[in-house]
């Protein structure tokens, strides 16, 4: 195999995550892929093909769904198609798999040549010409270069030389922001509970009369009168996917792998932690226990120590999922994960050693949502939600009221709300299981749903949060302000926490 000079062609790999974002690469293949490898929206060599059974016309999965969101009709013959016409293409993925590609370091001196596959196995299992920086780039060191000229230069980088004594500095100036930041969140406390009213003289107690003021404080109504963002979070360069709430102190996944820890009430950034080598997609807490589990697309799911003396420490990690983890869930000593394999397994708290696995969805899940104690509820891209009971882990039922992908869940006022890809919310009778009604309003797929005292909050890729009265079922607010998909919704102190693809967190009250 020679080299195929301007008849090689580049082609960005791009690998939707969720159909929210993507990592991509440039592949340079060894010689012109044939025009049938070309996928006819994008002309570029298929990515994740998929084939219509309508009408046979093969795509790359992400371009025919975006032209599926436009019009319902395969773009090449305009036959009616909708995306469940569409499935994998195995002959023609064997085929581009098949591809001979230059490794994508070839430019900083890399000679690796092979198929596609094994060429982003190389690129992602540490091409030692990739692009990197010197590991003391955080104490002033700009120098970059392919690995094996940074390995060359952090012999002779005199941060290198003093990194004794940065280290020792580094640690006195962490023991200052620590005693800083305790005392600002002491302040905070203080100033919140006066302002509560939890903390206020009585009238007359000051100047010794025994006069009694009998009015009490007004309490705003939450989470059915006005509301408003109160802060905008912006400490992250990618958007942030995942959000949990453990007292005043909040952690949230962010698409570039990192878990970040908030003081939830002044927003200040306390600490971030690569915890992950791609999105983090779900945290939950184990409030007992203080640990903090987080996990996404790498499969892997992680648990970290979250007490004010050791806040992230890595206690134990696991990647027994073979596809990306959405959806995250804490019940007594018990861990649940769903995954896009399609399995909900359980882990134990405190090893995070797989116990169970339990099988029954045909495609991935994509979220899960504690009912009770002991019944669980799975929504799946299968279109469907499966009710588990967590005694026996045996199915107790499974719910067919979407025709399309279900992605949310939460639960309150004996009701199972339900979003999905059609942006619709289904409303079922926890009782009967029968449907209640369907809310409409948003434009795009809703992503998240939290009910709150009475009140369900949804949050969708049309960039906004919904309110809804669950006794009406009426539209009672719409919050804006985010220019992104909103991935994550949570409760805190009497607010709303949302997560969003604009790399802001906003606090609603």
Known sequence: MGRAGDDCRKLALVMPEKGMTGESRVIEYVSKPSESLLCPICHEVFASPVISRICNHSFCDHCIFRSLELEA????????LKREDVHVNLALRSLTQELIAYCPNKAAGCTFVDKVDAVNRHADGGCEFHPDVCKHKDWGCSFRGSGVRVKEHVENCPFEVMKVYIKAQNEKLMEMKAMIAQQEDMITALQKTITQGKFSPRPGALDGSDAVDEAETEVVAWPTGDIECRRTISESRTGFTS????????????????????NSETGRLIKSVKGHNLTVWAVAIHAESETLFSAGSDGAIKSWSINLASMMDL????????????????????LYSGSSDGNVKVWDIHTLQCLQTMEGHSDGINSLHLLNSTQLASASSDNTVMIWDLTTSAQLRTLNESSSEVLGLTSGSSLLFTSSYDANITVLDLNTYNRVRTLR????EVWQVKYVDGVLFSGSHDHTIKRWDVR????TATLKGHKGFVHALAQGDRCLISGCADKTIKIWK
């Open 472 to 475: 009406t079922f009426a539209d």
């Open 73 to 80: 009709a395969c773009p090449l013959c305009r036959a009616w």
């Open 243 to 262: 959000v949990a709430v453990h007292g005043e102190i909040m952690f949230s996944g962010a698409y570039d792998g990192t878990v970040k820890v908030f």
């Open 315 to 334: 206690k134990a990690s696991s990647d027994l999922h073979s596809r990306k983890v959405y959806s995250l869930v804490v019940n007594g000593d018990l």
């Open 441 to 444: 309003g948003h434009n795009w």
